[in-house]
């Protein structure tokens, strides 16, 4: 059974600097990872997917790595801005093709 | 390109009521999933239809769920009675294509179900 966990649960960052969160799954027995951006009462938006291990995937200041070796994944904002306050969610597509999902990180930019 | 739509954005029932929510997919997208997320807590997967058939239907909770797509376009999922659990957030996703790394799922903005 996956199982995926975000980390941590929430973040408030100020207004330029950098950050970066974690999602970790003990089992790589996964077909990709998927990260999205939810705004609240809007639409969660697909920012990447990745499937190898060492992808890496680049949007704009948004970034991510994947390494299913050690079994996490890391999405990395640089220079944060207002606009980037969102929960970020990440989820594995198994076997299925069901998408299995962490609980997000909700992040807060303080300007 | 219209997205994928759901209505109603919100929903405040009583409980034993019963709430049918409505999910637009994309235009040509044969995949359509619903999903739930009670506040916070993770989103769960609830079923996934490809054109009017149910693929996948392992997430629905009990019997009290009903989902339909007559027709392969728009999707309806019924809860009768709603009970105080099932309230939550109700995703509705398309996607086009299978497979692993060409699945984007397009996600509606949610109905938000309040039961009381």
């Not at chain 1, 941590?8 to 960052?13: E, K």
């Not at chain 1, 100020?14 to 790589?28: H, I, V």
């Not at chain 2, 009675?81 to 957030?89: F, H, I, M, N």
Request: a neutral charge.
């Amino acid at each position: 059974i996956l199982n995926v966990e975000q980390s941590p649960q929430s973040l408030h960052v100020q207004e330029g600097d950098s950050t970066n969160f974690t999602c970790s799954f003990p089992s790589s027995n996964f077909y990709a990872l998927h990260w999205y951006r939810w705004e609240t009462a809007k639409s969660p938006e697909a920012l990447f997917v990745m499937t190898l291990n060492g992808d890496e995937k680049k949007k704009g200041r948004i970034s991510a790595t994947l390494n299913t070796k050690e079994g996490y994944s890391y999405l990395y904002i640089k220079g944060s801005q207002p606009e980037d306050s969102a929960t970020y969610l990440c989820a594995l597509m198994d076997s299925n093709y069901q998408l299995i999902w962490g609980a997000g990180t909700k992040l807060i930019i303080k300007p | 390109e219209a997205g994928v739509t759901q209505f109603p954005s919100h929903s405040v029932i009583e409980k034993g009521q019963t709430v049918t929510l409505r999910c637009d997919p994309i235009s040509g997208h044969d995949n359509l999933y619903w999903y739930r997320r009670v506040m916070g807590k993770e989103i769960k997967f609830l079923l996934h239809f490809v054109k009017e058939s149910k693929q996948d239907e392992s997430g629905m909770p009990n019997n009290r769920f009903l989902a339909e797509r007559t027709g392969g376009t728009y999707s309806t999922l019924k809860v009768q009675p709603a009970e105080l659990e099932d309230s939550g957030v109700y995703f509705c996703a398309s996607s086009q294509f299978q497979g692993a790394v060409k699945n984007i799922q397009y996600f509606g903005a949610g109905t938000r179900l309040s039961v009381l």
